[in-house]
């Protein structure tokens, strides 16, 4: 089975922290990808990766950033983090149109 | 820019009924179209997806209708289980198989 693996679940951070999330896929899958989840609002695509190094902005690219030095993890950086940044941030990989999501983390700004 | 949205957020239906979810998208470089499930605090998982040259295909009780000329698709359940109940998003995949979700359609069966 595919496995997706976010580093946390759960994660309070407060104002003004660099924060670090972290996604494992163990199934050699070319192209990554950083959603978030807010209520009424679906997924919103934040950054997408398709080979190592290489990376796309999403809709909502703004206050983050994304590493991608090894084909199996893809990192979500928050450079300062702010309030407006709690969310459930989701992780996914794909190959072609199937894409395999991790369990999700929770992420709290105060 | 890409876009996608749904007609109803929120989808009531009687168990054992016919489900139909509808999806408007706007880029039409999409390849192709991909239904995803998400269940309560889980992630979303892939249901069925249609090449853009097709205008129908047919899965396990799903059914997903592309009409290209006005952007439009559905995914139709049948004979719909409370296990059905979930969140629906359909996804265009673009350029470089980015990946783009609507706002979700809330499917609750009533038993």
């Known amino acids: 089975d595919v496995k997706v693996t976010q580093s946390s679940r759960y994660l309070v951070k407060r104002t003004g922290e660099k924060v670090f999330l972290e996604c494992v896929q163990d199934m050699d899958h070319e192209n990554m990808f950083w959603y978030r989840q807010d209520p009424g609002l679906g997924l919103r695509l934040i950054y997408f990766s398709y080979d190592v190094k290489m990376k796309e902005k999403g809709d909502i690219p703004e206050g983050y950033s994304v590493s991608r030095e090894k084909k199996e993890r893809f990192s979500l950086i928050l450079e300062s983090a702010s309030t407006n940044q709690t969310s459930m941030y989701l992780c996914?990989?794909?190959?072609?149109?199937?894409?395999?999501f991790g369990q999700g983390t929770r992420l709290t700004v105060v | 820019g890409e876009s996608v949205g749904l007609h109803l957020p929120t989808l009531s239906v009687q168990e054992g009924d016919n489900s139909i979810i509808n999806c408007a998208y706007s880029?039409?470089?999409?390849?192709?179209f991909i239904w995803y499930k998400q269940e309560s605090g889980k992630g979303p998982q892939f249901i069925i997806d249609?090449?853009?040259?097709?205008d129908k295909r047919q899965g396990q009780r799903v059914t997903v209708l592309l009409n290209k000329t006005v952007k439009h698709l559905s995914l139709q359940i049948a004979a719909t289980q409370p296990g059905d109940s979930a969140v629906y998003f359909c996804a265009p995949r673009g350029a470089t198989n980015k990946l783009i979700f609507g706002t979700g359609t809330l499917l609750a069966v009533q038993p």
């Open positions: 880029n039409s470089a999409s390849d192709y």
């Open positions: 996914a990989s794909a190959r072609a149109t199937e894409a395999f």
């Open positions: 249609i090449r853009s040259n097709m």
